[in-house]
């Protein structure tokens, strides 16, 4: 597998304070990483990073070999804890706002034939997040579920190279949180995704990740506390997990059906055994 | 509509706030047929039937001097007035907080401008308006113009503004140009927001409509107020300050059902 993402000797720096220092990472296509660490530990400034919302002081950043632009721009998907749809249009029309952009710069809307093609692939888009049934909704008539639900499909659409979780799943209930890790676990096989996502949840982390960062500051001056930054402090490949993938994905290679039980408890057993190797 | 435990169903609710109307007018009655008995031409509370017979002069009698329904050549020359300030400030006030809420660069370069304009008392540039676009009707609908956009700017601007940085990064990974998010993402988000500041407006809006006809016009609802003032006209005055009342009630009620209509998603509705 090629590395999708590279960061060398990345440095975050706002001023006198150090946010970020030294991270050194390659990020290979079709991973899953999760980002774990305490909070203030560049969690959230390395994310920010990769989504080119802000540029680092020091160091390079490469997606796919080429220079990272410090803009947003289509080949990341991005999916926040909260604000991640639009609250004035439908589950349908959220759904279509990236391919309206993309074909009609000066409108911002299709029409004829090129908007029923669009319509049917973010009707496709839809039904694979589960939400074939809620398409003329808004985000206000939906739980916190079906919203992050929308966002993912919004964000898929776009065929992103890498998809950036920002705390996805955090603001909701536990049981719907399951759900959630099926689904993402489910589309990150189908649509042989790469993704980063930033939890709190070490849980969380190490049930859907195939490879563990832990962020933290290794050097600390008590009285500057902002003198250092954080760096990656462990960097956890799940082996055994990603044995499996490859095993799953050879004895079935299109279009598998997923049952959500065996990616929970076979998740279960990696991370304790990981943790205890470590 | 929300409201605390209590407020009832919605006809009871209706009824509820009739209540101190009706209790008020029922005052004046008593007040003014206490007048009426001692002195029986008392101008300054006139009994209904005396602001009757003076609206029907105005209302179903043409005027002898310029042959016109006085009250309804009133009534339309204001609401022609205070439509077409509304609509210039509205539409204004859409586009200048689009942009001064959307783009940075345009927020530092006139975003001082425009407070300096708002903190300007309106009235004090009448005389200005009226020098300069004479006293026709330009001047007035001016006022109306100048007294309630910079608030509606402000508004619209600093509700731009406020989006959630979440969803314009969003925006962006979805391939959304600046145009496109002040297009398809603030411009609509921004529509419930404009209603709710032209609703907060119409009250100014009337204050700046009235004062510029009180002071030069020749015919409009505040003019006649004004004139009739000369002859202690109650019996004219009163009615016509029911009937502004009611105007303004109308135009704010269409607007909040417009708003519910048209952008039922900002209104938690259909949940």
Known sequence: ?278 | MSGFPGAGQKGTRFLLGLLPILLLLILYLIVAADRNAINPNDKILPLPSAMGEAMWGLAFERDRLSGRYLFWADTAASLYRLGIGLAIATLSALVIGLLLGGLRSIRATFGPLVTGIAVIPPIALLPILFITFGLGETAKVALIVIGITPFMVRDIAAYVAALPREQIVKAQTLGASTWQLLLRVALPQAMPRLIQALRLSLGPAWVFLISAEAIASDIGLGYRIFLVRRYLAMDVILPYVAWIAILAASIDFLLAWASRRLFAWAHGEGQ
């Open chain 1, 1 to 278: 597998m090629s590395a999708a993402l590279q960061l060398r000797d990345v440095w975050v720096e706002y001023g006198d304070k150090v946010v970020l220092e030294r991270v050194d990472l390659d990020i290979e296509e079709g991973a899953f990483v999760s980002i774990v660490g305490p909070s203030g530990a560049g969690k959230s400034s390395l994310l920010k990073l990769v989504l080119g919302q802000t540029s680092p002081s020091r160091g390079a950043i490469s997606l796919g070999g080429v220079p990272l632009k410090p803009q947003c721009t289509p080949d990341r998907g991005v999916v926040f804890q909260r604000y991640s749809v639009f609250p004035h249009l439908t589950v349908l029309g959220n759904t279509l706002f990236g391919l309206e952009c993309e074909t009609a710069p000066l409108m911002g809307r299709l029409f004829g034939r090129r908007r029923r093609a669009a319509l049917q692939e973010a009707r496709e888009m839809l039904e694979a997040v589960g939400l074939e049934n809620a398409l003329d909704l808004y985000p206000g008539q939906m739980s916190g579920g079906m919203q992050q639900r929308l966002a993912i499909a919004q964000a898929l659409i776009k065929r992103p190279r890498i998809l950036l979780l920002d705390e996805p799943f955090g603001a909701l209930d536990p049981g719907i949180r399951g759900d959630m890790h099926t689904l993402i676990t489910r589309l990150w096989r189908e649509y042989r995704l790469t993704i980063i996502m930033v939890t709190h949840d070490i849980r969380e982390a190490f049930g859907l990740g195939t490879r563990v960062l832990a962020l933290d500051k290794v050097r600390i001056d008590p009285h500057a506390p902002d003198r250092y930054g954080a760096t990656v402090v462990y960097d956890l490949p799940l082996d055994r997990k990603i044995a499996a993938e490859a095993e799953r994905a050879k004895a079935r290679p299109e279009c598998e059906d997923t049952g959500p039980d065996d990616a929970e408890s076979a998740d279960g057993g990696i991370t304790i055994d990981k943790i205890h190797n470590n």
